[in-house]
């Protein structure tokens, strides 16, 4: 199991080359990290105000680098 942490860094970085990705984006680039962690991971970002997440008009959760 990956560290949060790490698992944190990876999104970060994933986001910044990929402002306004969409979670499914990610969760295909983490194939070994459980949707639910890697939601959670992305919450917690956003919480600490270090990305955007919102929901598109197709109900897709889209995730952009904040600031």
């Keep these: 199991m990956i560290r949060n942490a790490d698992i944190s860094d990876q999104i970060l970085n994933f986001i910044a080359k990929s402002p306004g990705c969409r979670m499914n984006d990610l969760m295909a680039f983490f194939p070994d990290v459980a949707w ?12 600490s105000h270090r990305v955007w997440m919102i929901m598109d008009s197709r109900g897709s959760i889209v995730v952009s680098p904040r600031g």
């Design 36 to 47: 639910n962690q890697l939601l959670g991971e992305v919450n917690r970002l956003r919480l």
